[in-house]
């Protein structure tokens, strides 16, 4: 069983910056790919970025691509998302989650275990 907790949301104006973080129990963390999905009010539940359980290959959504990077401290069991030139679009509710496989991958289909979410609204 794999138990995630993020943290770090909050409300920023466009073009500021957050660090989201995700804490994972278990001792799998280390062989499993991870993620960052995000969720708009009425939208559905959409990728944001992954990374693999290297942290040598990542991948992201082409609308956060040059402005989200991911990466992960697999001694310490997290992964982590800094965002930075935020817009009021990136407003959502942000889900860490963690895929059995090692391989980064987009598909929300693979991801077997899925934090909470922390909440981010960016304001005009």
């Known amino acids: 069983q794999v138990q995630l907790v993020e943290s770090g949301g909050g409300l920023v104006q466009a073009g500021g910056s957050l660090r989201l973080s995700c804490a994972a129990s278990?001792?799998?963390?280390?062989?499993?790919?991870m993620a960052w999905f995000r969720q708009a009010p009425g939208m559905d539940r959409e990728f944001v970025a992954t990374i693999s359980w290297t942290g040598r290959t990542s991948s992201y959504s082409d609308s956060v691509k040059g402005r989200f990077t991911i990466s992960r401290d697999n001694a310490k069991n997290t992964v982590y998302l800094q965002m930075t030139s935020l817009r009021p679009e990136d407003t959502a509710v942000y889900y860490c989650a963690s895929s059995p496989s090692g391989g980064a991958t987009r598909e929300r289909s693979d991801y077997k275990y899925w934090g909470q979410g922390t909440r981010v609204a960016i304001s005009s």
């Open positions: 278990g001792r799998t963390f280390s062989s499993s790919a």
